[in-house]
């Protein structure tokens, strides 16, 4: 359990600074994670840090399927749940364009 809470640590903290950059080039004022996602693998230091949180998450032990997981479904919400530059906008229904596959669909708004 400690190893886990160690992993998130570093992954959020590695995350951290490109999600942000990321919600200010999403240029949208409502964008979906996914969108964010594509975002934030966009320039060169978002997948530098995307790709270090999926290490770090199987560095841990996780296969990278649940690297996957870890990062699209806990980190980058987590993330995105304590920055004051967004609020939750709901979750996306019956939009598979929507689905990466490794989260919940969700949308997200710019305040």
Not at 4 to 30: C, K, W
Not at 70 to 92: A, D, M, N, S, Y
């Amino acid at each position: 359990m400690e190893l886990d809470r160690d992993r998130d640590r570093q992954a959020t903290a590695v995350l951290e600074p490109v999600v942000r950059q990321a919600i200010l080039r999403v240029g949208l004022r409502q964008f979906s994670m996914k969108r964010l996602i594509d975002t934030l693998r966009g320039f060169p230091e978002g997948e530098e840090a995307y790709t270090a949180a999926l290490r770090i998450a199987q560095e841990a032990g996780a296969d990278e399927t649940m690297a996957h997981y870890i990062v699209h479904g806990q980190i980058i919400p987590f993330i995105l749940r304590g920055c004051e530059l967004v609020r939750f906008g709901g979750f996306i229904h019956g939009n598979p364009a929507e689905d990466d596959g490794y989260g919940v669909p969700s949308r997200w708004r710019r305040v």
